[in-house]
């Protein structure tokens, strides 16, 4: 007879081990699971250096049956979401678990325990560790396998988070959309670019390679900038920034990039991730020894694109020219090789976004959504 499950921290290397492995052990024979970069994963939990927890704290646990870990979670406190939005809100993040509703009931009180210890009266997940990373639950779109840096569940998984009391807050959606719509990309869509273009004198370009850190970082703080009203956001802080930057150095493509730019000022920024989950299936998630040349070397047989960010100063929202800048990309993608462009996520309560993505003629293809519980 199976014996009481057991929660614990996550204190030792060993458990550590058993937290990452339990990823793969889960999924292994779903088709549509990609593993993570596993050096990456193992920063993103806080198991090494990551430059999101100088400003968080956070505990991850492990829940066994007869010694064998089936579920994990990572409870997290981000101070700066809490500075930022005036609220006492942990997070959790992470959240892996057989289809056992009593382990799982265990492993979300005792990260909730931890939160009221650290003095939070609400909690929000599932984050990974925080929105500007990987982010919400998988609950439509199972039959097909996500795009770089977007989580993959299993269906049960919702039935779980609501059995320990969550509610649904906001979903996030990913579209597809086929390069040849663009043939008959909406004519209203066509004149908005058209005229803001004309109207500002806007200059559209790639990320130059000759000041590509230049480049980056202009991006990221028009990112930081533009997102300052969005549900739930929180800018990145100057060493996430240098952090994302370096990492970008080596992914990004420069020519699925575009920088708008009134008078010489970058105003808008937009890029297209490369599909990389197409090759880290094949490395299996590591770098090391020969995973890192397969992925850059495999480049121009990727034929997919994620449209990551097409971000544009608050100033300038409203007059079209994040298509303006979206714009400059897509003959280069075409050019590329890329078959499929997905936007993602897109916020269900972005209604500009979303009407602007689907009048293009976009298909809905996942949702992923966020819950919120109080911790009272």
């Known amino acids: 007879m199976s014996k009481m499950p057991i929660c614990d921290v996550v204190s030792s290397k060993r458990d550590q081990k058993e937290f990452l492995d339990l990823e793969r052990e889960l999924y292994r024979d779903n088709p549509y699971w990609v593993p993570p970069l596993w050096a990456e994963r193992r920063k993103i939990v806080g198991f090494k250096h990551h430059p999101f927890y100088d400003d968080a704290d956070r505990q991850a646990f492990l829940v066994r049956r007869d010694g064998r870990a089936v579920g994990r979670i990572l409870a997290v406190v981000n101070h700066a979401h809490n500075r930022c939005h005036n609220e006492k809100r942990g997070f959790v993040g992470f959240f892996e678990c057989e289809d056992d509703s009593e382990a799982s009931k265990l492993l979300f009180q005792h990260a909730f325990d931890w939160l009221r210890q650290q003095g939070m009266t609400d909690v929000r997940g599932p984050v990974h560790p925080s929105l500007n990373y990987e982010v919400g639950l998988l609950v439509d779109g199972f039959d097909s396998s996500p795009t770089f840096m977007i989580p993959y569940h299993h269906p049960y998984y919702e039935r779980l988070f609501l059995e320990s009391g969550f509610e649904k807050v906001q979903d996030l959606f990913s579209y597809d959309a086929h390069m040849d719509i663009l043939e008959d990309l909406d ?163 972005n209604s500009l976004s979303r009407g602007t993505i689907e009048r293009g003629g976009a298909t809905r293809t996942k949702t992923h959504r966020l819950y919120d519980r109080s911790l009272a």
């Open 187 to 349: 004519p209203k869509l066509a004149f908005v670019i058209e005229e803001a273009t004309r109207r500002f004198k806007v200059n559209c370009r790639p990320i130059d390679r000759k000041r590509f850190k230049e480049d980056v970082r202009s991006f990221l703080e028009i990112y930081n900038q533009s997102l300052q009203r969005t549900w739930g956001y929180v800018p990145m802080s100057e060493a996430e920034i240098k952090v994302q930057s370096d990492g970008l150095k080596h992914l990004i493509v420069p020519e699925l990039t575009s920088i708008a730019e009134i008078d010489g000022r970058p105003v808008g920024a937009g890029f297209g991730l490369l599909d990389y989950n197409q090759i880290i299936r094949q490395i299996d998630g590591k770098l090391f020894p020969f995973g890192w040349l397969k992925l850059l070397t495999g480049k121009r047989k990727i034929d997919r694109l994620r449209l990551i960010s097409t971000n544009v100063l608050p100033e300038y929202q409203k007059w079209g020219l994040g298509l303006v800048t979206l714009s400059r990309i897509l003959p280069d993608a075409i050019a590329f090789g890329i078959q499929i462009g997905e936007f993602s996520w897109v916020l269900e309560s």
